[in-house]
């Protein structure tokens, strides 16, 4: 069973990135699937999460309207599309999934976690 994230990197404020979680080992059908992130010196934190069971989204209010998760059952991938990013959004970012169908950010559901990828907002 593994998450492998893809896509960090640096770019200046305003850009945008796209990161990517492929999931082996098992299907993400009927998986909640969420992003996290941590800053340096602070508590990781819920970013956005998905339900492959419904679609349901839910986003944190600091990344509403710019961020938006999808995930692709056929390519057992989730993916998180990041514009207008800011330079409070670098952080490594972590996906995780949750086996249950409801779309959640409590952090303690998730039981498996990939290794992280960096993503650094700067001018």
């Known amino acids: 069973v593994q998450l492998v994230e893809s896509g960090g990197g640096s770019v200046q404020p305003g850009g945008s990135l796209r990161l990517s979680c492929a999931a082996s080992g098992f299907s993400l059908e009927n998986y909640a699937l969420g992003w996290f992130r941590q800053a340096p010196e602070k508590e990781r934190e819920g970013v956005s999460c998905i339900s492959t069971f419904d679609g349901t989204t839910d986003y944190a209010d600091s990344v509403k309207g710019r961020f938006t998760i999808s995930s692709d059952n056929a390519k057992n991938t989730v993916y998180l599309q990041m514009n207008n990013l800011k330079l409070e959004d670098t952080a490594v970012y972590y996906c995780?999934?949750?086996?249950?169908?409801?779309?959640?950010?409590?952090?303690?559901?998730?039981?498996?976690w990939g290794q992280g990828t960096q993503v650094t907002v700067s001018s």
């Open positions: 995780a999934a949750d086996y249950g169908t409801i779309a959640t950010m409590t952090e303690g559901l998730y039981d498996y």
